[in-house]
Protein backbone atom coordinates (compact mmCIF):
# COMPACT_ATOMS: atom_id res chain seq x y z
CA UNK A 1 0.00 0.00 0.00
CA UNK A 2 1.80 3.12 -1.05
CA UNK A 3 2.16 5.61 1.68
CA UNK A 4 3.57 8.55 -0.72
CA UNK A 5 3.00 10.39 -3.86
CA UNK A 6 4.24 12.20 -6.80
CA UNK A 7 2.99 15.71 -7.02
CA UNK A 8 4.33 18.57 -9.45
CA UNK A 9 5.61 21.04 -7.98
CA UNK A 10 7.47 24.50 -8.53
CA UNK A 11 10.87 24.45 -7.32
CA UNK A 12 12.45 27.64 -6.29
CA UNK A 13 16.36 27.96 -5.40
CA UNK A 14 18.22 31.15 -5.31
CA UNK A 15 15.39 32.97 -7.04
CA UNK A 16 15.28 30.75 -9.89
CA UNK A 17 11.97 28.79 -10.25
CA UNK A 18 11.64 25.30 -12.49
CA UNK A 19 8.94 22.33 -12.30
CA UNK A 20 9.86 19.22 -10.42
CA UNK A 21 8.55 16.57 -8.47
CA UNK A 22 7.99 15.99 -4.94
CA UNK A 23 6.77 12.70 -2.87
CA UNK A 24 4.70 13.88 -0.12
CA UNK A 25 2.83 11.82 2.59
CA UNK A 26 -0.63 10.32 1.61
CA UNK A 27 -3.63 11.58 4.07
CA UNK A 28 -6.66 9.34 3.77
CA UNK A 29 -9.98 8.68 5.81
CA UNK A 30 -10.47 5.59 7.32
CA UNK A 31 -14.06 4.61 8.47
CA UNK A 32 -14.00 2.91 11.64
CA UNK A 33 -17.31 0.63 12.57
CA UNK A 34 -17.88 -2.02 15.19
CA UNK A 35 -20.23 -4.66 15.61
CA UNK A 36 -20.47 -7.24 18.11
CA UNK A 37 -19.65 -10.94 17.45
CA UNK A 38 -23.27 -11.92 18.48
CA UNK A 39 -24.73 -10.06 15.63
CA UNK A 40 -26.45 -6.81 15.11
CA UNK A 41 -25.59 -3.63 12.38
CA UNK A 42 -22.46 -2.39 12.54
CA UNK A 43 -22.46 0.99 14.18
CA UNK A 44 -20.41 3.68 13.04
CA UNK A 45 -17.78 5.51 15.29
CA UNK A 46 -16.32 7.65 12.72
CA UNK A 47 -13.46 8.73 10.91
CA UNK A 48 -9.93 8.55 11.47
CA UNK A 49 -7.20 10.29 9.09
CA UNK A 50 -3.98 8.10 8.94
CA UNK A 51 -1.45 7.58 6.31
CA UNK A 52 -2.47 4.49 4.72
CA UNK A 53 -0.37 1.24 5.93
CA UNK A 54 -0.65 -0.84 9.29
CA UNK A 55 -4.03 -0.22 9.64
CA UNK A 56 -4.68 -3.48 11.27
CA UNK A 57 -1.89 -2.11 14.38
CA UNK A 58 -3.58 1.51 13.67
CA UNK A 59 -7.56 -0.19 14.91
CA UNK A 60 -5.74 -2.24 17.45
CA UNK A 61 -3.91 0.33 19.30
CA UNK A 62 -6.45 2.64 19.03
CA UNK A 63 -9.36 0.66 20.34
CA UNK A 64 -6.91 -0.35 23.16
CA UNK A 65 -5.70 3.03 24.30
CA UNK A 66 -9.22 4.37 24.03
CA UNK A 67 -10.33 1.47 26.41
CA UNK A 68 -13.08 0.51 23.83
CA UNK A 69 -12.22 -2.46 24.63
CA UNK A 70 -9.79 -3.58 28.02
CA UNK A 71 -8.02 -6.74 26.41
CA UNK A 72 -7.08 -7.21 22.84
CA UNK A 73 -8.21 -10.93 22.89
CA UNK A 74 -11.70 -8.80 22.78
CA UNK A 75 -11.07 -7.85 19.26
CA UNK A 76 -12.06 -11.25 17.82
CA UNK A 77 -11.62 -9.70 13.89
CA UNK A 78 -11.43 -7.21 11.72
CA UNK A 79 -12.82 -6.31 7.63
CA UNK A 80 -10.83 -3.91 5.56
CA UNK A 81 -12.51 -2.42 3.03
CA UNK A 82 -12.14 0.00 -0.35
CA UNK A 83 -13.67 3.30 -1.45
CA UNK A 84 -16.82 2.08 -2.78
CA UNK A 85 -19.65 3.68 -5.03
CA UNK A 86 -21.31 5.10 -1.98
CA UNK A 87 -18.22 7.17 -0.90
CA UNK A 88 -15.04 6.94 -3.58
CA UNK A 89 -13.09 8.74 -0.71
CA UNK A 90 -12.95 6.38 2.01
CA UNK A 91 -12.00 3.17 3.54
CA UNK A 92 -13.51 1.57 6.13
CA UNK A 93 -13.05 -1.00 8.43
CA UNK A 94 -15.72 -2.98 10.53
CA UNK A 95 -13.57 -4.31 13.79
CA UNK A 96 -15.86 -7.54 15.92
CA UNK A 97 -16.24 -7.25 19.31
CA UNK A 98 -16.23 -9.57 21.62
CA UNK A 99 -19.87 -9.68 23.60
CA UNK A 100 -18.40 -8.12 26.65
CA UNK A 101 -17.79 -4.86 24.92
CA UNK A 102 -20.99 -2.95 25.20
CA UNK A 103 -21.32 -1.77 21.69
CA UNK A 104 -24.10 1.53 23.01
CA UNK A 105 -21.40 2.99 25.17
CA UNK A 106 -18.76 2.99 22.89
CA UNK A 107 -21.00 4.75 20.32
CA UNK A 108 -22.20 7.02 23.67
CA UNK A 109 -18.48 7.85 24.59
CA UNK A 110 -15.99 7.28 21.50
CA UNK A 111 -16.79 9.36 18.76
CA UNK A 112 -13.68 9.98 16.27
CA UNK A 113 -13.56 13.72 15.05
CA UNK A 114 -11.96 13.52 11.37
CA UNK A 115 -8.67 15.13 11.67
CA UNK A 116 -4.79 13.51 11.96
CA UNK A 117 -3.58 16.80 13.84
CA UNK A 118 -4.45 16.03 17.53
CA UNK A 119 -6.72 12.66 17.33
CA UNK A 120 -9.73 13.29 19.72
CA UNK A 121 -8.08 16.67 21.40
CA UNK A 122 -11.02 18.32 24.23
CA UNK A 123 -12.92 14.78 24.36
CA UNK A 124 -10.34 13.13 27.46
CA UNK A 125 -9.79 14.46 30.82
CA UNK A 126 -6.35 14.07 33.11
CA UNK A 127 -9.41 12.79 35.93
CA UNK A 128 -9.63 9.74 33.21
CA UNK A 129 -6.18 8.81 33.55
CA UNK A 130 -7.35 7.40 36.80
CA UNK A 131 -9.09 4.78 35.33
CA UNK A 132 -6.15 3.83 32.97
CA UNK A 133 -3.21 4.34 35.61
CA UNK A 134 -0.94 1.64 35.71
CA UNK A 135 0.98 0.55 38.33
CA UNK A 136 5.15 0.18 37.30
CA UNK A 137 6.85 -2.61 38.25
CA UNK A 138 9.81 -1.21 40.88
CA UNK A 139 12.12 -3.36 38.69
CA UNK A 140 12.03 -1.15 35.61
CA UNK A 141 15.74 -0.25 35.47
CA UNK A 142 16.88 2.75 35.54
CA UNK A 143 17.75 4.54 32.14
CA UNK A 144 21.43 6.50 31.42
CA UNK A 145 21.36 9.90 30.32
CA UNK A 146 23.41 8.67 26.94
CA UNK A 147 21.16 5.63 26.35
CA UNK A 148 18.40 8.61 26.08
CA UNK A 149 20.38 10.72 23.97
CA UNK A 150 20.49 8.13 21.47
CA UNK A 151 16.87 6.81 20.86
CA UNK A 152 15.75 9.81 19.06
CA UNK A 153 18.59 8.49 16.20
CA UNK A 154 18.02 4.98 16.61
CA UNK A 155 14.21 5.68 15.94
CA UNK A 156 15.09 8.29 13.05
CA UNK A 157 16.72 5.34 11.00
CA UNK A 158 14.23 3.37 11.18
CA UNK A 159 11.85 5.88 9.41
CA UNK A 160 11.46 4.57 6.05
CA UNK A 161 8.85 6.79 5.21
CA UNK A 162 10.18 10.00 6.16
CA UNK A 163 13.19 9.81 4.62
CA UNK A 164 11.49 9.90 1.03
CA UNK A 165 9.26 12.81 2.48
CA UNK A 166 10.07 14.43 5.32
CA UNK A 167 6.65 14.74 6.04
CA UNK A 168 5.54 11.96 8.68
CA UNK A 169 5.81 11.38 12.34
CA UNK A 170 7.06 8.34 13.94
CA UNK A 171 6.94 6.62 17.37
CA UNK A 172 8.78 3.19 18.40
CA UNK A 173 9.11 1.17 21.30
CA UNK A 174 12.79 0.23 22.67
CA UNK A 175 13.51 -2.52 25.05
CA UNK A 176 15.75 -1.27 28.09
CA UNK A 177 19.32 -1.81 26.58
CA UNK A 178 18.04 0.42 23.98
CA UNK A 179 16.83 -1.84 21.15
CA UNK A 180 14.16 -0.54 18.63
CA UNK A 181 11.77 -3.55 18.41
CA UNK A 182 8.81 -2.11 16.53
CA UNK A 183 8.71 1.23 14.71
CA UNK A 184 5.38 3.12 12.87
CA UNK A 185 4.52 6.14 11.25
CA UNK A 186 2.07 8.41 10.30
CA UNK A 187 0.74 11.93 9.34
CA UNK A 188 -0.75 11.68 13.09
CA UNK A 189 1.78 11.27 16.23
CA UNK A 190 -1.07 10.10 17.74
CA UNK A 191 -2.34 7.24 15.05
CA UNK A 192 1.73 6.49 14.92
CA UNK A 193 1.46 6.24 18.19
CA UNK A 194 -1.54 3.76 17.92
CA UNK A 195 0.09 2.00 15.06
CA UNK A 196 3.53 0.75 17.07
CA UNK A 197 1.52 -0.08 20.16
CA UNK A 198 -1.22 -2.12 18.22
CA UNK A 199 1.93 -3.77 16.25
CA UNK A 200 3.08 -4.69 19.74
CA UNK A 201 0.02 -6.55 20.90
CA UNK A 202 0.17 -8.73 18.02
CA UNK A 203 3.47 -9.72 18.36
CA UNK A 204 6.39 -11.82 20.26
CA UNK A 205 7.13 -8.77 21.84
CA UNK A 206 4.68 -8.30 24.87
CA UNK A 207 4.27 -4.58 25.55
CA UNK A 208 5.76 -4.95 29.78
CA UNK A 209 9.19 -6.00 28.04
CA UNK A 210 8.75 -2.62 25.74
CA UNK A 211 9.06 0.46 28.11
CA UNK A 212 10.48 3.65 25.91
CA UNK A 213 7.98 5.21 24.08
CA UNK A 214 9.88 7.32 21.40
CA UNK A 215 8.34 10.01 19.35
CA UNK A 216 9.43 12.47 16.86
CA UNK A 217 7.62 15.50 17.78
CA UNK A 218 6.11 17.01 20.65
CA UNK A 219 4.34 15.68 23.29
CA UNK A 220 0.46 16.17 23.75
CA UNK A 221 -1.64 14.47 26.92
CA UNK A 222 -3.14 12.02 24.58
CA UNK A 223 0.40 10.42 23.83
CA UNK A 224 0.87 10.07 27.03
CA UNK A 225 -2.34 9.14 28.05
CA UNK A 226 -2.01 6.20 25.66
CA UNK A 227 1.46 5.54 26.74
CA UNK A 228 -0.09 4.70 30.41
CA UNK A 229 -2.74 2.65 29.16
CA UNK A 230 -0.27 0.69 27.40
CA UNK A 231 1.39 0.12 30.19
CA UNK A 232 4.84 1.95 29.51
CA UNK A 233 7.02 3.23 31.80
CA UNK A 234 8.34 6.41 29.90
CA UNK A 235 7.81 8.50 26.79
CA UNK A 236 11.01 10.24 25.42
CA UNK A 237 10.35 12.82 22.60
CA UNK A 238 12.46 15.01 20.00
CA UNK A 239 10.17 18.00 20.59
CA UNK A 240 8.23 19.94 23.60
CA UNK A 241 5.61 18.38 26.03
CA UNK A 242 2.46 20.16 26.88
CA UNK A 243 1.89 21.54 30.51
CA UNK A 244 -1.34 18.47 30.87
CA UNK A 245 1.10 15.90 28.95
CA UNK A 246 3.82 16.87 31.82
CA UNK A 247 0.58 16.90 35.10
CA UNK A 248 -0.81 13.56 33.00
CA UNK A 249 2.99 12.03 33.65
CA UNK A 250 3.14 12.40 36.85
CA UNK A 251 -0.21 11.71 38.04
CA UNK A 252 0.65 8.37 35.95
CA UNK A 253 4.14 7.84 37.09
CA UNK A 254 5.66 8.10 34.25
CA UNK A 255 9.38 9.20 32.95
CA UNK A 256 8.71 12.10 30.86
CA UNK A 257 11.54 13.17 28.54
CA UNK A 258 11.52 16.67 25.92
CA UNK A 259 13.76 18.03 23.78
CA UNK A 260 15.97 15.28 23.32
CA UNK A 261 18.43 16.93 20.58
CA UNK A 262 22.81 16.84 20.42
CA UNK A 263 23.41 15.13 23.80
CA UNK A 264 20.80 17.10 25.98
CA UNK A 265 17.24 16.80 27.18
CA UNK A 266 14.95 18.26 29.61
CA UNK A 267 13.13 15.41 32.16
CA UNK A 268 9.60 16.37 33.63
CA UNK A 269 8.48 13.55 34.90
CA UNK A 270 10.20 10.46 36.69
CA UNK A 271 14.02 11.39 36.89
CA UNK A 272 14.46 9.67 39.50
CA UNK A 273 14.98 6.52 36.57
CA UNK A 274 17.65 8.36 34.83
CA UNK A 275 21.12 7.59 36.14
CA UNK A 276 23.41 9.81 35.93
CA UNK A 277 26.53 7.20 36.81
CA UNK A 278 25.74 4.47 34.86
CA UNK A 279 26.74 3.17 31.20
CA UNK A 280 24.71 2.30 28.24
CA UNK A 281 25.53 -0.36 25.57
CA UNK A 282 27.07 1.16 22.13
Known amino acids: MSRAAAVPIVRVEQGAARTDQDLVAIEAPLGVEVRSVSGGRACRL ?24 HDVASIISMAFAGPDASDPTEARVIATLADSVVIDEVIQHRV ?9 CGRLSVDRLDAGRVTLDPAVPRWS ?15 TVFAETGGLHAAGLFDAQGQ ?8 GRHNAVDKVIGAALSTDHPINHSPLLV ?6 FEIVQKAAVAGLSAVIAVGAPSDMAIEAARLAGLT ?16 ERIAENSTSPA
Open 256 to 271: LVGFVRDGRFNVYAGA
Open 46 to 69: GVLMRTPGDDGDLIRGWLYTERVV
Open 112 to 120: LTPTSACGL
Open 180 to 187: LLVVREDI
Open 145 to 159: PTLIASLPARLLRGQ
Open 215 to 220: VSGRVA
